[in-house]
T-cell receptor, first 112, second 112 residues
Framework: AQTVTQSQPEMSVQEAETVTLSCTYD???????LFWYKQPPSRQMILVIRQEAYKQQNATENRFSVNFQKAAKSFSLKISDSQLGDTAMYFCAFMSGNQFYFGTGTSLTVIP | AAGVIQSPRHLIKEKRETATLKCYPI?????VYWYQQGPGQDPQFLISFYEKMQSDKGSIPDRFSAQQFSDYHSELNMSSLELGDSALYFCASSFLGREKLFFGSGTQLSVL
């Protein structure tokens, strides 16, 4: 069975600093996708970044980048130059075929 | 450990039919969230319940209704189904409204 683990329930970072959110997963699949979603208080899930497992290059989206370690089954999210608007819950997710699995979330607070 | 249980895992319906999706939260969790994820789309927040009362409402169509019962399980009722309702429906639960969010494996609804 696939599992997604986010071991940091809460994190905080000073504005303009860099923070890394951890995510590990367990799967026997070889083809899959990994995602980071941001959930503001509105409860919506906003896609932050996506990584295809077959791509060795780490995905980057502006201030957001991932460190994808396939052998270690690790998929951490780095947020550079943190902004107050980055304050939210962040969910790591795994998809293979029609199956989608979420981690339990990390609550990130950006401190002015 | 017990997880969030969703039933059924797969459901096939015809247009204009009715569907009922069930969600059984983790024991002692008092909050349930419903999300709809269409093919290739981000999960869309539909509705949430805290202590059997609706707590937040998202983009839930008027054709849909939901409730949380005394045992904290929740049901999402969908009437007059449309082709566009075909999606993966996730339920998540938490304790005291936030903190960690635990997602179920989803119900794949196909409307033909």
């Amino acid at each position: 069975a696939q599992t997604v683990t986010q071991s940091q329930p809460e994190m905080s970072v000073q504005e303009a600093e860099t923070v890394t959110l951890s995510c590990t997963y367990d799967t026997s699949e070889s083809n899959y996708y990994l995602f980071w979603y941001k959930q503001p208080p509105s409860r919506q899930m906003i896609l932050v970044i996506r990584q295809e497992a077959y791509k060795q290059q780490n995905a980057t989206e502006n201030r957001f980048s991932v460190n994808f370690q396939k052998a270690a089954k690790s998929f951490s999210l780095k947020i550079s130059d943190s902004q107050l608007g980055d304050t939210a819950m962040y969910f790591c997710a795994f998809m293979s075929g029609n199956q989608f699995y979420f981690g339990t979330g990390t609550s990130l607070t950006v401190i002015p | 450990a017990a997880g969030v249980i969703q039933s059924p895992r797969h459901l096939i319906k015809e247009k204009r039919e009715t569907a009922t999706l069930k969600c059984y939260p983790i024991p002692r969790h008092d909050t349930v969230y419903w999300y709809q994820q269409g093919p290739g789309q981000d999960p869309q927040f539909l509705i949430s319940f805290y202590e059997k009362m609706q707590s937040d409402k998202g983009s839930i169509p008027d054709r849909f209704s939901a409730q949380q019962f005394s045992d904290y399980h929740s049901e999402l009722n969908m009437s007059s189904l449309e082709l566009g309702d075909s999606a993966l429906y996730f339920c998540a639960s938490s304790f005291l409204g936030r903190e960690k969010l635990f997602f179920g494996s989803g119900t794949q609804l196909s409307v033909l």
